[in-house]
């Protein structure tokens, strides 16, 4: 199978995304520098992906900062099961389509490649 979309990161370290899905598989390939993705099954969306679980309506993504999770105005993010992963200069990651995940970056600079491709579920 092919990439159908090929993306470069590029970052200036010390930065981060909010927790949120893809809608596409993707493999995560680290060129420089390192970062830890948190990482949640897509079978917990229908308990993350609501206001309870800070959920943005119609969206992709979260308000949530899961650094510093507020358990009493986010009680669904408190009780999920989680990964994390770290990664370094030459490390790939592969994301399966629509399973939750957030990406914190080092403090140096990095450079990320991302190949995704569409599955009809």
């Not at 990482?39 to 308990?47: L, V």
């Not at 989680?82 to 389509?97: F, K």
């Amino acid at each position: 199978m092919a990439a159908q979309q090929v993306v470069m990161w590029f970052s200036g370290g010390g930065t981060s995304s909010v927790l949120h899905y893809d809608i596409s598989e993707n493999i995560n390939c680290l060129l420089d520098g390192t970062k830890t993705i948190l990482m949640i099954n897509r079978s917990y969306a229908d308990m993350l992906q609501t206001p309870e679980g800070g959920w943005v309506p119609h969206s992709t993504s979260s308000v949530v900062d899961v650094d510093n999770v507020d358990a009493d105005a986010y009680p669904a993010l408190v009780q999920f099961e989680h990964w994390e992963a770290r990664m370094e200069p030459g490390d790939c990651m592969y994301i399966p389509q629509e399973w939750i995940h957030q990406v914190t970056n080092g403090l140096s600079a990095l450079i990320r490649c991302n190949l995704l491709w569409w599955i009809q579920l």
